[in-house]
């Protein structure tokens, strides 16, 4: 039998709830973010089903995501709890200066209304905690923002009457 192939995700129900209640998954691969961001990679999920992932782009495959396999089967992804700090300021305002100074160093970053989630790092840590964060260590799947170069937001961002 041939391996089969998976050329599509199917985003998750964190980006589209409709669709994500309509797949029923044959299985699951469970991986942390590092190795989520992929284009062609030979895999094996959680239970064993072997497929190549080829993809037109490199991808960030995130938390519910399905990939379909040329066969028909989906196989959901699982982002793998890593260790990671949760951050958080005193306020708003506060936690947007403290993204700033975490985005003007380039660090991958989950962004939630409240706080933000980036990976261990003690030198980070200790620039946070000097600048007020609250600084907490967790285990958990971590799903980053992609950047302004992601070929996601590239496809996602219509331009409009005005200039950048």
Known sequence: MNTPHCHT???GSSQNADSAAALEPTD?????????HRR?????SDNGIEFLLE????TLLREDDVLRLSDGRAIRVIAKPEP????SGTDHVHLLNLAWH?????????????HFLIRKDPVIRNMLEELGASVK???SGFNPIGGAYDQEHKAAHTHHDHSH
């Open 84 to 87: 990671l700090y949760i951050v």
């Open 9 to 11: 995700v199917e985003r």
């Open 40 to 44: 062609r990679l030979a895999m094996v």
């Open 102 to 114: 975490v985005g003007n160093r380039h660090l991958a970053t989950q962004i939630h209304h409240d």
């Open 55 to 58: 993809l037109a782009t490199p």
């Open 137 to 139: 260590d967790i285990e």
């Open 28 to 36: 699951t691969i469970t991986l942390d973010e590092t190795d989520r």
